[in-house]
C-alpha cells in the first residue's frame, strides 16, 4: 500500500479502536457517534486487508495482525503529538490534550487524585490517563508510551537514561485494627515478628518498608500478602494482622474508627518519590507545565 493513498487519519480511529477493544468505547473516546466508528473500522479493514477485531463471545478481540501493530502504531502517535507539540505555548485554559502518567496505587491516591481535582479548575480540556507501574516502566519512558512515571529513588535503577526529580519524601507506620487488644498504643520489636504480619508488595516487588525490615534482619510471620498498599489496611479489620504502609497514606485513615496508627519501633530509612521523564519530552511547553503542576501538587501533600 502507497502511503499517498492511505488517510492517516484513520491511525488515531485505529489507536482508539485497539485500546478499547469495542466500537462503542472507541467512539466515545474519540467523540464521535457509534455509526461513524464502525464506517472507520469498515475502511479500516478494507485498507488494511485484516478484520482487526474479531468476535469473540459477547466481546471483540484483536487479531494476530492488529495486536502486532498496537505498541508500534501508539509509539508513532506519541512522536506525532510530541513534534506537535513542540513548538506550540501551551495555554492550559483551552488545550485539549491528556497525558499519560505511570503510578502504582499509594501515588495515584496520595499525589495524583490531588492533581486531577486542580487540573479540573484550571485545565478544564486537559485530562491525565493513569496507568500502572510494570517492569516495563523505563521502555514505556523510552518509547514515549508514557509521559511520566512515578516512583521511589530508591528502587530505581543506578544511571538511568531519564531526567528525574524528587517530589516528596515518604517514611512509614504500623496499622493494625482498633479491636486488637494485643497490641497498645506502642509495638515492640519482638511483636514486629511474632505478630501475624499482612505484607504489602508492589507488584511482584517486597515493599521497601520489608527490604529495609530484612537489611535489620527482623522476621515477620507473613499471614498474607496484598498487592496494593491501598487495600491492604481494610484487610485488617477482624483480624490481629498488621501492617506497615506509608505515613501520607496512614493519614487519610486517621478518621476511620477501625483503624489504630504506630509508630515502628525501629528506624527505617525513609523513600523518595521521584518523577521521572525521558529527556526528549523536555523542551515540549505541556510537559514543562505538566512537571510544573506536579511539583505544584506535591508540595501540597508534603
Known amino acids: 500500500m502507497e502511503l499517498a493513498s ?3 487519519n484513520l491511525l488515531v480511529a485505529l489507536d482508539a479502536l485497539l485500546a478499547e477493544q469495542s466500537v462503542s468505547r472507541a467512539a466515545e473516546r474519540l467523540h464521535i457517534g457509534q455509526p461513524a466508528m464502525s464506517a472507520t473500522l469498515a475502511r479500516l479493514r478494507s485498507s488494511l486487508g485484516d478484520p482487526l477485531l474479531v468476535r469473540a463471545g459477547r466481546n471483540l ?17 506519541s512522536e506525532v503529538e510530541r513534534l506537535l507539540h513542540s513548538g506550540a505555548a ?8 491528556s497525558f499519560t502518567i505511570l503510578a502504582n496505587d499509594y501515588a495515584s491516591l496520595i499525589l495524583l487524585r490531588q492533581l486531577i481535582e486542580r487540573l479540573e479548575n484550571i485545565a478544564p480540556s486537559v485530562s491525565v490517563r ?22 521511589p529513588a530508591e528502587m530505581l535503577p543506578t544511571n538511568i ?3 528525574s526529580e524528587t517530589l516528596f519524601e515518604e517514611d512509614f507506620v504500623c496499622v493494625t485494627d482498633s479491636a486488637n487488644d494485643v497490641v497498645g498504643e506502642t509495638i515492640t520489636v519482638e511483636q514486629l515478628s511474632s505478630l501475624p504480619y499482612l505484607a504489602a508488595n508492589q507488584g511482584l516487588l517486597a515493599s521497601l518498608a520489608d527490604q529495609r525490615l530484612d537489611e535489620a534482619h527482623i522476621p515477620r510471620n507473613v499471614a498474607m500478602v496484598a498487592q496494593s498498599f491501598v487495600v491492604a489496611p481494610f484487610l485488617l479489620p477482624g483480624t490481629r494482622m498488621f501492617t506497615i504502609i506509608q505515613r501520607r497514606l496512614a493519614q487519610l485513615l486517621m478518621s476511620d474508627a477501625h483503624f489504630k496508627i504506630l509508630e515502628l519501633p525501629l528506624p ?8 521521572i521523564w525521558s529527556p526528549r519530552r523536555g523542551a515540549d511547553p505541556g510537559h514543562t507545565w505538566l512537571r510544573e503542576q506536579m511539583r505544584i501538587t506535591a508540595a501540597l501533600v508534603s
Open 6 to 8: 492511505f488517510d492517516l
Open 61 to 77: 478481540q484483536m487479531t494476530a495482525f492488529a495486536a502486532s501493530l498496537q505498541e508500534p502504531l501508539s509509539e508513532i502517535l
Open 90 to 97: 501551551f495555554d492550559p485554559e483551552t488545550a485539549r490534550r
Open 130 to 151: 493513569v496507568a500502572p507501574v510494570d517492569d516495563g516502566l523505563m521502555e514505556q519512558l523510552r518509547r514515549g508510551l508514557a509521559d511520566l512515571a512515578i516512583y
Open 161 to 163: 537514561p531519564f531526567q
Open 268 to 275: 527505617i530509612v525513609s523513600v523518595h518519590e521521584q518523577m
